[in-house]
């Protein structure tokens, strides 16, 4: 589905910000992409869309070569959160928001608003429904430009730091909503109970570097390599109870 | 303005189109009055004010929103009295000149053109106005480029506020912002909401954007009440073009 080969990136040029990658993410894979602040994750999401572009190396989503001649088609299966939802969500409504992906891939106005309150109420937030982007918390923004997306049912999810400034509920929403999407998704976070509740492989990047790719409960409870790499084992191991 | 444009009442049910329309007449309309005819004129203002009534919005609001443009269209006719010194009518002892007439009128025709365009925006929405633009073959080049200045705007104002709070908690007690500043300020400014915007638009392009924005909330009203709104609407702004109401009543209470 997802398919890095020998990838390098760098931003300026000369500090590299992804070396060498190469992996392979399979049809219906929950994979957790984890790292220290710096490490790459974003970059690496933004490179699967095509938002920058690798000096060397190839990606390939769904089958098809990340070139700007083929981005319309790959975006279309691709459903990406940002890290900063300001940048999301762009409508005056959460409603409009959610609908415009849909719409623009050329759902009828009335059957996206239906599918727009059926993710609401997945998530438990149908009351942010006619609510304005501008006056909402950002915990509240935050869950709302996670439903736009998933809206737009993409057969991939890319996820950066869908957890952050959710308090325990809507995480706990969250969680269960992205149990219960079969996708192949792709998941960015500090949070990594988050990613032990739902993914079931684990890429370790440091340095823009593939530090460890394996099984979740392996890669999580690895306390040493974690370590290593600028992290803590995940509360719900044990994390900091060993300090 | 966006809020005010998806509230519910008898105009903004109004198809977009029917509302550009008759925004569009009454606007070339009040433009085409002649410089002297200041009492014809006055009668126009009726449009305006009908169409706040009825779509519940205070008329104070458009004053209070485009109170930084308002002066500078009342200052375009400002040096016509100096101009047109002939007297035109007198009042009691003091002459009027025409220039002072004039500026009135031209003054009222801003002010009138303004609240009008308003109220298309504060009843329509940018979107709506798009789609009518569209439904009237204005090429999508057009639409797209309002519609994107709109967003971009408003995220411009938006980071102007939060940077200057930003500066203002770790400056307190400073009033406005240190020369010094100004110029890191700026250029801050510039680079946040150019990235900002890029981000929009790259999140805009990821969910298939092609140039229109889709709003859920529907105009509800029927298409033909619209259209014939529309219709009379025209008429009523004809008639108070061709015929000087204020003079007409005049002449039917004399006699
Ligand atoms: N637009 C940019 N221009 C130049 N360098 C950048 C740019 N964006 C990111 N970088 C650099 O690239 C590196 C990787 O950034 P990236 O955003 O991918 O990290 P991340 O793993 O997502 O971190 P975080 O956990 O903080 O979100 C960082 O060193 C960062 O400084
Ligand atoms: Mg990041």
């Not at chain 1, 000096?55 to 088609?73: F, K, T, W, Y």
């Not at chain 2, 977009?16 to 006055?42: C, E, M, N, Q, R």
């Not at chain 2, 990235?195 to 009203?221: I, P, T, V």
Request: aromatic share 8%; hydrophobic share 45%; glycine share 8%.
């Amino acid at each position: 589905m997802i398919q890095f080969d020998h990838v390098n990136f760098s931003y300026t040029g000369e500090q590299p910000v992804l070396q060498d990658l190469s992996f392979h993410i399979r049809e219906g894979e929950q994979v957790g992409l984890i790292g220290a602040n710096g490490a790459g994750k974003s970059t690496l999401m933004k490179a699967v869309l095509g938002l920058v572009y690798p000096q060397q190396g190839r990606i390939l989503a769904d089958g098809i070569p990340v070139e700007p001649a083929n981005l319309a088609q790959i975006r279309k299966s691709l459903g990406y959160v940002l890290q900063d939802s300001d940048q999301q969500m762009f409508m005056p409504t959460v409603l409009d928001d959610m609908i415009f992906g849909p719409v623009n891939y050329g759902l009828a106005k009335a059957e996206a608003v239906k599918k727009a309150e059926e993710t609401l109420a997945s998530l438990h937030i149908e009351h942010l429904k006619d609510r304005y982007n501008h006056r909402i918390s950002g915990g509240e923004k935050r869950m709302a430009a996670i439903a736009t997306i998933l809206t737009m049912e993409p057969k991939v999810m890319l996820m950066d730091e869908p957890s952050s400034s959710l308090d325990p509920r809507n995480r706990r929403n969250l969680i269960r909503a992205l149990k219960t999407i079969p996708v192949t998704k792709l998941i960015a976070a500090h949070d990594l109970d988050l990613i032990l509740d739902t993914c079931t492989r684990v890429l370790l990047l440091s340095g823009g570097r593939i530090a460890a790719d394996g099984p979740a409960e392996e890669i999580l409870r690895d306390r040493k390599l974690l370590e290593d790499n600028g992290l803590e084992l995940p509360l719900s191991i044990g994390g900091r109870s060993g300090q | 303005m966006d809020q005010l444009a998806a509230r519910s009442s008898m105009i903004h049910n109004m198809t977009p189109l029917s509302k550009l329309w008759i925004a569009v007449f009454y606007i070339l309309v009040t433009v085409s009055f002649h410089k002297y005819d200041i009492s014809g004129l006055f009668v126009m203002v009726l449009f305006p004010l009908l169409g706040y009534q009825l779509s519940y919005i205070p008329v104070l609001t458009c004053f209070h929103k485009l109170r930084v443009v308002m002066p500078l269209v009342c200052a375009v006719g400002l040096l016509n009295p100096f101009y047109d010194r002939q007297i035109l009518l007198t009042v009691g002892t003091v002459g009027i000149s025409a220039g002072v007439i004039s500026m009135l009128t031209l003054m009222m025709k801003g002010v009138f053109c303004l609240m009008m365009s308003f109220l298309l925006v504060a009843t329509t929405g940018i979107t709506g106005i798009c789609s009518a633009l569209r439904q009237i073959r204005c090429p999508e080049v057009i639409t797209t480029l309002l519609l994107l200045t709109y967003r971009y705007i408003s995220l411009l104002l938006e980071e102007v506020s939060t940077m200057t709070t930003a500066y203002h908690l770790r400056a307190p007690g400073q009033k406005g912002i240190r020369m010094s500043a100004w110029g890191s300020f700026l250029g801050q400014l510039i680079l946040r909401s150019m990235d900002r915007a890029q981000g929009l638009y790259e999140s805009m392009m990821l969910r298939g954007f092609h140039g229109e924005f889709h709003s859920a909330a529907e105009n509800k009203g029927p298409r033909a009440v619209s259209a014939a709104v529309s219709v009379i609407c025209s008429i009523c702004v004809l008639a108070c073009r061709w015929y000087n109401i204020p003079a007409l009543l005049n002449s039917l209470v004399m006699f």
